[in-house]
């Protein structure tokens, strides 16, 4: 057991998932929620959770309407989206108050929760509330904040431009949207304003996911342009104004030359960046990179430290909420034991919450390639599984990578309906470097969306040779 006092910086998951972890281990805790502290997490409050809220009931409408044998519409027409935001802030009300119950349950002579912003003030201290502040280790887990990017104009209409704080409160659906971005954020909100009856534009300065095998993105690409929403790829935005109309003017240079974008709203979607400004991080003798972020090693120390840890948004390797809570265990273990262990995770789970989601686990190729891997490759599409078809999802694919020389599978990729949750099961062959025939080994019961998964292990596997379990052909 612990007898170390560890300062959590940040209420949000990570922080609170590493102030669980530290009072576990014996430690005392100084929790540090900050100024905002009932709504310190971001992905119950501002994230995750209320976006999912919204894209339910929308996404519901439209797969309801999809087929035209029923005639769908909302009771009340003129407040359809308002009513949406009413029942996500009631539902998201709720997830807000057990969060705050199960801190309020940890609080104690061995846990302290202070609702104030902290920093740093010296080597083993910390000013809050007024107050000094000693620790033995501490684990910054501040989060993110908007990204806000260097286009001319923007600055003169920041206040009328919506960013994903704002647009999961709007309750009116206007009749133009331009979204600047084409990351998580960009890439599920402009679908579900198309769903909406907006006119909607998706920005994007590369390929739609470009982070990963080219196919992805251009199918992913073909399917917005089906929905209604015009996708313009490779385009820098070059200028924002704002007219005495009240629409607003994007500017774009590309390849192509177009004219401005005329939308009655935009929506900023460039992404987030670590929150350090406010945390006097010279005290402890580290600065950010020059990417804005702190280097960190696989133990969740930061470079240069032995007592400061870094986990979450604010670490800027993995921002994802999963990643978060692994991280934030990591850390305070390690800052309870003076111990080493590492983060070991080979899947890295990525998901885009799009219609059909996007997910992805592995390594992406480039960085295959760059280990060593000499890669084998099969694709299988959404219209020849079953279940994926009766769920509309005809134009969804999925592809996996294995190592040609050991079998061990090193990536996979699913364009296809709930690619969310189908994607566990290869990542988990992936973490556990398994083989493509370890997971064609399997029983996959049909009619099931998983069969996806043994369309393409199947293919898979006769590429790499061997012997693929037998099944019948449906």
């Known amino acids: 057991?612990?007898?170390?006092?560890?300062?959590?910086?940040?209420?949000?998951s990570a922080g609170f998932t590493a102030a669980r972890v530290a009072c576990r281990q014996g430690a005392h805790v100084l929790l540090f929620m900050g100024d905002n502290a009932d709504h310190a997490s971001l992905c119950i409050n501002a994230g995750c959770m209320p976006s999912k809220a919204l894209f339910e009931p929308i996404d519901a409408m439209h797969h309801a309407k999809a087929h035209g044998w029923l005639i769908v519409q909302p009771k009340k027409p003129n407040e359809y989206l308002a009513q949406i935001v009413h029942w996500k802030d009631e539902e998201i009300e709720k997830f807000r108050a057990y969060r705050q119950k199960e801190i309020r349950d940890l609080a104690g002579d061995r846990f302290e929760i202070i609702g104030a912003n902290a920093r740093f003030a010296g080597e083993h201290e910390i000013i809050s509330a007024g107050r000094i502040f000693r620790f033995d280790a501490a684990i910054v887990a501040t989060g993110s904040v908007t990204t806000w990017p260097r286009i001319p104009g923007l600055d003169m209409v920041r206040d009328a431009i919506w960013t994903s704080d704002e647009i999961l409160h709007n309750t009116d659906i206007p009749k133009s949207l331009a979204v600047i971005g084409a990351g998580p954020v960009g890439l599920e909100f402009s679908l579900r304003y198309a769903r909406l009856g907006c006119e909607v534009t998706l920005l994007a300065q590369k390929e739609l996911l470009s982070r990963y095998p080219t196919k992805f993105g251009e199918r992913l690409a073909l399917i917005y342009e089906k929905e209604g929403v015009r996708v313009l790829t490779s385009r820098r935005v070059a200028r924002i104004t704002h007219d005495d109309s009240g629409c607003f003017e994007v500017e774009s240079d590309g390849a192509e030359?177009?004219?401005?974008?005329?939308?009655?709203?935009?929506?900023?979607?460039?992404?987030?960046?670590?929150?350090l400004a406010e945390l006097n991080l010279a005290a402890v003798g580290i600065a950010p990179n020059r990417?804005?972020?702190?280097?960190?090693?696989?133990?969740?120390?930061?470079?240069?430290?032995?007592?400061?840890?870094a986990a979450g948004d604010v670490a800027g390797k993995r921002m994802v909420v999963h990643h978060a809570h692994i991280e934030a265990g990591i850390a305070a273990e390690n800052a309870c034991s003076d111990g080493g262990r590492r983060w070991t995770k080979r899947s890295n789970i990525q998901v885009i919450f799009s219609d059909p989601e996007f997910a992805f686990a592995g390594m992406k190729y480039p960085a295959a390639k760059e280990a060593g891997h000499e890669l084998v490759t099969a694709t299988g599409e959404s219209r020849d599984v079953g279940k994926l078809h009766l769920a509309g999802d005809d134009l969804g694919f999925g592809e996996f990578s294995a190592d040609a020389r050991t079998g061990k599978l090193?990536?996979?990729?699913?364009?296809?309906?709930?690619?969310?949750?189908l994607i566990h099961l290869p990542a988990y062959a992936i973490d556990h470097e398994h083989t493509?025939?370890?997971?064609?080994?399997?029983?996959?019961?049909?009619?099931?969306?998983?069969?996806?998964?043994?369309?393409i292990g199947d293919k898979l596997c006769r590429k790499l040779g061997g012997h693929p379990f037998a099944r019948a052909e449906e």
Do not use: W
Not at 1 to 12: D, F, H, P, Q, R
Not at 440 to 455: Q, R
């Open 1 to 12: 057991m612990s007898s170390k006092t560890i300062a959590v910086l940040g209420g949000g």
């Open 257 to 275: 030359k177009l004219s401005p974008l005329r939308a009655e709203r935009v929506l900023l979607a460039t992404g987030r960046h670590p929150a």
């Open 291 to 309: 990417q804005g972020r702190l280097e960190i090693g696989e133990d969740m120390r930061v470079q240069g430290s032995h007592h400061i840890f």
């Open 410 to 421: 090193i990536s996979a990729g699913l364009l296809c309906n709930d690619a969310s949750n």
């Open 436 to 455: 493509a025939h370890q997971l064609e080994d399997a029983e996959f019961y049909h009619p099931t969306k998983t069969e996806i998964i043994t369309e």
